[in-house]
Each structure stands twice: as C-alpha cells, then as structure tokens.
C-alpha cells in the first residue's frame, strides 16, 4: 500500500515540473547582464525604456544608501580619532567585481601618472671636513688685529662686550671644525694631561697668539674674570650635554651650545696664559660652586690650572696645592685613583720644567701667603708616609716629589710673620701625627716640629699646653733632642727650651703622684728622665757658650796689644807667666 502511495506521488510531481517547463519560454535559464554596459548604452541612447530601466537600477540601489552612509560616517570618525583629514568616501553604486576592477585600474593610473610628475630627490652634498689646523691656518694675523682694534674703539667703555666679540672672532674662525674633528671630551678621558694642555693652542701661530695675548692684556682683572666663568660655563654645558642621562626623574634635555667649542678653547687659554693670576681671584666662587667639582668635571678643570701654569708656574702650584690636591686626595686611602692620578700628572709637569725650582722658590712666599699651606702639608706628609698596609701606587709618586714640596712649604727666614703663622699652624698636626703608629710618619712629623721650634718661641709654650695631653709625641721630641742634640741644638732657643722643659718637668712630677694607669706612667718616668738629661745639656751649652765668650775676647785684646806694640816680640813673651802678666796689663788700660 506504501509503495503505491509513494509511486503516485513521483508521478504526479514530475508532470507538474513538466507542466511548468512548458510554461517558460527560457526553460530555466537566466540572461548574464553588465550594469555598467547597460548604463553606457543608456547615456548613448536616452529612450523611454532605458530611462525606465535606469530608474529601477537606481531604486535598486538606493537600498544601501543608508549602509553607506553610516559605513562612511564611521571612516571618518575612526580617522579624524587618529588626527588625519579625510575626504568623504565615494562608494560605488553598482554592486559588480567588473565595475570596481574597473575603477582601481582608473586610480592605478591616475597613482602612477602623479609619482612620474614627481620632483626626483636631490641628495645634498656633503661639507668638505675641516681640522683644527686647517682652520687655525686660514686665520690672517692682520685681519684679527683689525678687529681688535674696531671692537677697542666701537665697545670702548664696555670690556665685558669686548671680550664677547673677541671670542665672536675666532667663533667664525673655526665654525666650519665639527665635533667630529675635535672630540675634546673623548680625548681628555683617553689622553695625558702632557696632551691635554697642548690643545688645540698647538694649532695656533704664535703671530696670531701675541697679538690676542697682548690685546688680553689691557683689559681689567674684573672683565677678564667674568670672562674666564663665561668661556668655562659654556664648555662646561657641552660637557653636560655629552654626559650620560642620569637615572631617576628626567630633566629638561640641555642643547648643545651653537657656538664653536674650539673658539671657546682658544680664547680661554689665551687669557689664562697671558693673565694667570686671574684664576687666583676666582679660587673662591670655583671652590664653591658644584658646578665645577666632580670626577666628570675634573679632566676640565684641570685644563683650565694648567693653561695658568704655562703662565705661571707659581700660579698654577698655589691653586693645585689650595685646590686640586686637598679636593681630590684629601682621603689617602679613599677618592678615585683615576682622578688622584690627573692631579699629581699636573705637579709633576710643574715640576719637571725649566728652572721650576728656583720659580717656585721665589715665589714661596706670595703677597703674605705661603705657595704650600700648612693644611696642604699636612695632607702631603700622610700621603707620602702612609701606614705600610695603606700604601698605593701613587706612594711612590708622592715620595718623588716630596722633598721640594716640604721646602716651599718650609721655606722663609726665620720669625717672619708668614713662618711664624705656619709653625703655629703645623705645630699640632705633627703632634697628632706623631701618635699615629706609623714609624716613618712620626721622625718625619718629628723633624718638622724641631722646624716650628726654631721659627717661633711661642711654639716653645704651644708644646707646654699640649705636653699632657699627648705624651707619646712629647716623649718622642724629648729622645729627639737627647739623642741628636748637638746638631738640633745650634737651631733652638736655648733660653725658651730650658723654660718650656722645666715646666713640662714640673707637670711630669706632678703627674706620676696622682695616676695609677700603668702605661701612662711609664711615659710620665721617661718623660722626667728625659727631660733632667735635656736640662744638664742645656746648662753645659750655656757654660761651653760662656767660655768660648771669654776666649773670643782675649783673643781680641791679645790682637789690638800686639797691633799697638809693633816692637813686641811674640817668641819673648811665649811663656804662660809673662803672656798672662802682659794681658793684666793690658787689660787694667781700658
């Protein structure tokens, strides 16, 4: 039954498909048309029915009208998110893959025809490199001599503009020298300070320096200050600019300045050389301003002395010794052995120059000040006699030039004001260093001491007042004295050192009833010991002093009698008897 069922209904579906295949003329095929095509023919022949025809193609397609829209709303609020001008899109209005192939072959064209207009890049030419001393010698010594005299006469009253100008000069003078061609801060961390402080004036002529030189010269030391801060600021903040960015907040990044850091080299070194105690009035605000310290900054200063150096030799040691030194190697056994190094590279170039030491020793003493400060003495004494665990390559360096930094130090007549104020200043530090065990550092501190006793009695009661307070180092000077007493004794006030130890004698005694410490009374015995042997010494130099008086003036009678007696006979009167009657004689004459 289900069988015939399903036959029935096969049959009669399939006579309705034939039924309906008869009905289209097509038999199911549709027409393949190009709405592009169609629109061409229509514009080429506007009829009823291709009017008719173009309005149901557009009543078609304004179906996405809306889509459209808002697709393109959407563009260009995503665009103008991104801040990029948009031109509103044009969509097409077809709906074919023919049509939009179509239009980007029209773009493609319309892309390549704009390229070809295109102006082709034109590649820049690149600037001949110029040297140091390319530059250096294009510079006419007439020509620099002319402008100084114009910016004299244009700027006659206002130096400090002078200056600028001067410096203006040789700004274009070597504003074609790029960085490249002259990496100060690469060489002055790679390169001797021997090198250092010969550029870049190795490049200038020596024509050319005097006639700038000379021109320094005239100017105020005022002007020539403000000057010196105004050159080494500059250079200074292309230094900074070069530095590695600190961590932690970031500042404002700091430009490199425009002007030729050759020119700012040049001009700073000619008037250093030219007016180096320049740099001695402006000792203070470097000292003070952080500005100028720190291990970056140190290769930089250290120019800036030795530039005053080949000026002065005496300058450039009263800053390295009042500056550089104490700044630096203030801390022996700490500080950046890099940085100590620079410093003692420059007071060995001070040293090793031409009649250095007899420059430095009239200039020991400049304008009431002393070349090497006590305090610098001080410090140079620890750092050429360090403890022997404590020592470090540069002891050495520093035993090398020892010997002529302690007779500037020392050097001066004695009780002249500038002695006296330094054996007043020494006298505690070598009692202080006398206690340090360290062996070396204690004969040599005790050796200074016997100095500030001979240079100054009031240095007799500043051992009196520090006697029980340090009697190690007391005890030290009182062995000194007893043991190297015939060539320490010439020296001394005889007077003053009987007084000052018979007072120490006294506090010794004094002393030994009251304290029960064991090692300090061992030093109090010493002491007194000490102290009795010195004082039966200074009794017999005064009676050897009294008897070679006596002779000295029998010497001189015995002379002017035989001056007076031409006839006397010396071989006569050689007996004891008669010579001794002869100069009772004689001497009841006067």
Request: proline share 5%; with cysteine.
């Amino acid at each position: 039954m289900d069988q015939e069922t399903s036959a029935l209904l096969d049959s009669s579906s399939a006579s309705t498909a034939a039924a309906g295949g008869s009905s289209d003329p097509n038999h199911g095929w549709q027409k393949v048309t190009y709405p592009k095509r169609h629109r061409k023919q229509a514009a080429a022949d506007p009829s009823p029915a291709a009017g008719n025809q173009k309005d149901s193609k557009s009543g078609s397609s304004n179906v996405f009208a809306s889509v459209e829209q808002k697709a393109n709303e959407r563009y260009r609020a995503i665009q103008s998110a991104n801040g990029v001008s948009v031109q509103p899109a044009v969509l097409p209005r077809g709906g074919s893959d023919e049509e939009d192939s179509d239009e980007e072959a029209a773009r493609g064209k319309e892309n390549v025809q704009a390229e070809a207009l295109k102006k082709p890049k034109v590649k820049k030419e690149k600037k001949p490199k110029v040297t140091v001393a390319e530059a250096a010698a294009k510079i006419d010594v007439n020509d620099l001599a002319g402008h100084l005299a114009d910016i004299s006469v244009s700027y006659e009253d206002k130096q400090d503009i002078q200056l600028m100008r001067f410096a203006d000069y040789f700004g274009r003078a070597f504003s074609t020298v790029s960085a490249s061609q002259f990496p100060w801060v690469k060489i002055f961390k790679e390169s001797p300070i021997s090198k250092i402080l010969d550029m870049p004036m190795n490049q200038i002529s020596d024509p050319v320096y005097k006639t700038a030189a000379d021109w320094v010269a005239q100017k105020s030391q005022e002007a020539l200050g403000d000057f010196v801060i105004w050159c080494m600021d500059i250079i200074l903040a292309d230094l900074a600019s070069q530095l590695p960015a600190s961590k932690g907040p970031k500042k404002a990044s700091q430009t490199t300045p425009s002007r030729s850091q050759v020119a700012m080299f040049v001009v700073l070194a000619m008037t250093l050389r030219r007016k180096p105690e320049t740099l001695i009035t402006l000792l203070p605000k470097i000292k003070e301003n952080p500005k100028y310290q720190g291990a970056e900054r140190l290769p930089f200063v250290i120019w800036v002395v030795g530039q005053a150096s080949l000026g002065d030799l005496v300058v450039g040691t009263y800053v390295w010794a009042r500056y550089l030194f104490p700044t630096v190697c203030g801390k022996v056994t700490g500080g950046n052995p890099q940085s100590r190094d620079l410093v003692l590279q420059l007071i060995e170039r001070i040293l090793a120059a031409p009649k250095s030491k007899s420059i430095l020793s009239n200039g020991a003493v400049r304008k009431g000040e002393r070349l090497i400060p006590p305090f610098s003495f001080d410090l140079l004494m620890r750092a050429t006699f360090p403890p022997s665990n404590a020592r470090v390559k540069a002891s050495e360096r520093f035993e090398a030039i020892y010997p002529t930094m302690k007779e500037l130090a020392l050097a001066g007549a004695p009780n002249t004001k500038t002695t006296k104020q330094a054996s007043i200043q020494l006298l505690p530090s070598c009692v202080k260093a006398m206690q340090e065990k360290n062996n070396e550092l204690a004969k040599e501190a005790s050796d200074v001491f016997i100095w500030c006793l001979a240079q100054n009695t009031e240095c007799y009661k500043q051992w009196n007042e520090l006697h029980m307070g340090n009697l190690e180092a007391s005890v030290i000077i009182l062995k000194k004295l007893s043991t190297e007493w015939k060539e320490i004794s010439p020296k001394l006030n005889l007077d003053s050192l009987k007084i000052t130890v018979s007072q120490i004698k006294s506090k010794t005694e004094e002393a030994l009833t009251e304290s029960n410490d064991p090692a300090k009374q061992g030093l109090l015995k010493e002491a007194d010991k000490l102290c009795k042997g010195i004082l039966g010494k200074v009794k017999k130099g005064h009676g050897c002093l009294k008897g070679s008086l006596v002779i000295f003036l029998a010497a001189s009678v015995a002379a002017g009698f035989v001056m007076t007696n031409p006839d006397f006979n010396l071989e006569e009167y050689l007996d004891l008897k008669k010579l001794q009657t002869m100069f009772t004689a004689y001497s009841s004459s006067f």
